[in-house]
């Protein structure tokens, strides 16, 4: 079964500090990750997602990721927080469920931005 | 033009009730989820519908019951509402499930936050 495991439930960083959110997955091969973004009191949306076509993956706000199979890693990166940037963040898998595609999410990190 | 929209957002009821939460996407998109996010903050899928036909249905109490009247709406239905049934409960689309295809990118609702009393 598919999963993703998040290390940490709450990060705190500077503002303009380096952002490290660790994500883990456990997944049949090819593996199909992203990393969504909540902000209070709202849904869920993209930040990145890993598709196979690339290992260093771009995302909006200035987050990126980078797949590496031998550690079954996908972390989430930024070079500099943002206060803006206070939210929860969470991993995600896609798998088969049936030949259709289902999600597991992580239990997600609050990264606090300190000023 | 909200993209994927619930009503209400929020709901406050008292113990055996009965309760819907509507939801509706205006993406041209196949697929719709509910998903319950509890106080902890935990995501976990419900329904999953592709074009009104149920493809993932987890194990959720049979209090629980999705309805689909198109593939632009997905509707829940709550009946007997219980103190641990209190969260927050998204609706979700996706473009559309090609078989094999896992790659969607999920588009959340703003969330329904349910209390039950």
């Known amino acids: 079964a598919q999963s993703v495991t998040q290390l940490g439930s709450h990060v705190s960083v500077s503002e303009g500090a380096l952002v490290l959110l660790r994500c883990n997955y456990s997944?049949?091969?090819?593996?199909?990750l992203f990393w969504y973004v909540q902000y209070p009191n709202q849904g869920l949306q993209l930040l990145l997602k890993?598709?196979?076509?690339?290992?260093l993956v771009k995302g909006i706000n200035g987050f990126e990721a980078e797949f590496k199979k031998s550690e079954t890693s996908f972390h989430l990166t930024k070079p500099s927080a943002h206060m803006s940037d206070a939210a929860e963040y969470f991993c995600?898998?896609?798998?088969?469920?049936?030949?259709?595609?289902?999600?597991?999410f992580g239990t997600g990190t609050k990264l606090q931005v300190i000023p | 033009d909200t993209a994927v929209s619930q009503t209400p957002k929020y709901l406050v009821t008292q113990m055996g009730n009965d309760k819907s939460i509507k939801c509706e996407q205006n993406?041209?998109?196949?697929?719709m989820y509910w998903y319950k996010q509890d106080s902890k903050k935990f995501l976990k899928i419900m329904f999953s519908?592709?074009?009104?036909?149920?493809?993932i249905n987890e194990t959720v109490p049979n209090r629980f019951s999705p309805k689909s009247p198109d593939k632009a709406h997905l509707n829940l239905h709550i009946n007997s509402l219980e103190l641990g049934d209190s969260a927050v409960y998204f609706c979700?689309?996706?473009?559309?499930?090609?078989?094999?295809?896992?790659?969607?990118?999920?588009?959340f609702g703003p969330g329904t936050r349910l209390t039950v009393l």
């Open positions: 979700a689309s996706s473009q559309g499930q090609t078989v094999g295809g896992f790659t969607d990118t999920q588009y």
């Open positions: 997944s049949s091969v090819p593996p199909y």
């Open positions: 890993y598709t196979s076509a690339a290992t």
């Open positions: 995600a898998v896609s798998g088969s469920s049936g030949g259709y595609q289902k999600v597991t």
């Open positions: 993406l041209g998109h196949d697929t």
């Open positions: 519908y592709n074009n009104k036909e149920l493809i």
